[in-house]
C-alpha cells in the first residue's frame, strides 16, 4: 500500500509538473511578443508611393508600400532590376523623397524635409555602403574614413580616433597610410564598412555591397555583416540576388512596385 501510494503522489507530481511546462512556455512566448510590440521602429513607411513621368505615361516606381523595420533587424529588400528596390533604397536612405506618403526614421518624419535637412539626416543617422566602394583615390585609407566625419562637424581628434577604431574593427588599421589602390576590392569594401561606421549610425543601408566581388570575398563581406548584426547594428540590405538575400534573417520582395514578400528567411527559402 506505501508503495502505490508513494507512486500515486510521483505520478500526481509528475503530472503537475507537466501541466505547468506548457504554462510557463505560454508565459515566455508571451513576454517576448510583449516586447516586440513594445519595440520601437527605427524605419516606418507608411503607404509610399513614387512617381515619374515618362512622356504622357504615369510610372510608380513604389505604389503604395507599407513597411516597418525594427532596431537589430537585418533586412534584405531583394527584386529584380526595374521592381522598385533601389526607388525605395534611395527614399530609405534620406537620398530621396517620396511623392506620396510618410516616412519615419528613428521617429523623425523625413518624407517632407528639405535637401539640406536630408543631408544632415544622412550624416547624423545613416552609414551606407555601395557596390562600387565610393573610394577616392588620393585620400589615405584613415582620411577617406574621416571623410563623412568632417562633414559631420567633428574636430579633428575625434575624427582621427573614430576613423581609426573603425578601420581596427574591420581588421585593416595597419594599413591606414595605405591608398585604395594598394588594396584588394575585398579590403577596399572593408574600408567602405569602416567608412560606415565611424559615425556610430542608427542604420547601416547595404547597396548590392558583393555585387563587386568574387564568392570567396563576397561571403568574408556577408559573415561581417552580420557580425555587426550580432553587435546590434540595424542592416537594411539591397540585392537582386534570392540567395544573398538568405544571409539576411528578414526578407522583403518588391515586385513592380509593391511588396509581394514579408516573412523570415526559412519561409522565403521555401517559396523560391
Known amino acids: ?22 504554462m510557463k512556455q505560454e508565459e515566455a512566448v508571451s513576454k517576448v511578443h510583449e516586447k516586440l510590440e513594445k519595440q520601437e ?16 505615361e504615369e510610372v510608380h516606381a513604389n505604389d503604395g508600400i507599407s513597411l516597418s523595420i525594427n532596431k537589430g533587424e537585418f533586412v534584405a529588400i531583394v527584386g529584380k532590376s526595374g521592381s522598385g528596390k533601389s526607388t525605395l ?53 584613415l582620411e577617406n574614413v574621416e571623410l563623412p566625419l568632417l562633414y559631420a562637424g567633428y574636430d579633428k581628434k575625434e575624427r582621427r580616433e573614430r576613423a581609426m577604431n573603425s578601420l581596427k574593427r574591420v581588421g585593416l588599421e595597419e594599413k591606414w597610410r595605405n591608398l585604395p ?41 556577408l559573415d561581417f555583416l552580420k557580425k555587426l548584426n550580432e553587435e546590434g547594428n540595424t542592416i537594411v540590405m539591397i540585392t537582386h540576388d534570392s540567395s544573398i538575400a538568405l544571409e539576411a534573417k528578414r526578407v522583403v520582395r518588391i515586385h513592380d512596385g509593391k511588396i509581394n514578400f514579408d516573412g523570415d528567411v526559412k519561409k522565403y527559402a521555401a517559396i523560391i
Open 89 to 141: 533604397m534611395n527614399i530609405i536612405g534620406a537620398l530621396d523623397v517620396p511623392t506620396e506618403g510618410e516616412y519615419f526614421l528613428g521617429g523623425e518624419d523625413v518624407a517632407d524635409m528639405s535637401d539640406n535637412e536630408l543631408a544632415e539626416i544622412r550624416n547624423r543617422m545613416i552609414g551606407f555602403i555601395f557596390q562600387q566602394y565610393n573610394l577616392l583615390p588620393k585620400l589615405n585609407l
Open 181 to 221: 589602390n594598394q588594396l584588394s576590392g575585398g579590403q577596399q569594401q572593408r574600408v567602405s564598412i569602416a567608412r560606415a561606421l565611424a559615425g556610430d549610425p542608427s542604420l547601416i543601408l547595404a547597396d548590392e555591397p558583393t555585387g563587386a566581388l568574387d564568392s570567396r570575398t563576397g561571403r568574408e563581406v
Open 1 to 22: 500500500m506505501e508503495k502505490t501510494e508513494f507512486s500515486i503522489q510521483i505520478d500526481t507530481a509528475e503530472q503537475k509538473k507537466m501541466s505547468d511546462e506548457p
Open 41 to 56: 521602429p527605427l524605419i516606418e513607411l507608411r503607404n509610399i508611393y513614387k512617381i515619374y513621368y515618362m512622356g504622357d
